[in-house]
């Protein structure tokens, strides 16, 4: 799968790009094996990719980062 990390500088205060592509695919691999809740209206891919995000900037606080937060996860298609 490939994605992109677009955040505010809490994210990047407490992960490394590097550090932050991988928790990110060990989520995606995770939130495979998961039945997430759904938001409505919301497809269960939709769900698994908000969660991602959401456990990725829940990390970043859980790391003491200090300022607020922002991910936001772009799937990216190579045609």
């Not at 992960?15 to 938001?39: C, D, H, I, M, T």
């Not at 959401?54 to 936001?72: F, I, T």
Request: with cysteine.
């Amino acid at each position: 799968m490939t994605f992109a990390i677009i955040a505010c500088d809490g994210l990047w205060k407490t992960f490394s790009n590097e550090e932050a592509v991988q928790y990110a695919s060990a989520q995606f691999e995770a939130v495979a094996k998961e039945e997430l809740p759904r938001q409505l209206g919301e497809t269960q891919e939709h769900a698994k990719w908000r969660t991602v995000a959401e456990r990725l900037a829940a990390e970043a606080v859980r790391r003491k980062c200090g300022d607020n937060v922002s991910v936001l996860l772009v799937k990216l298609s190579i045609v």
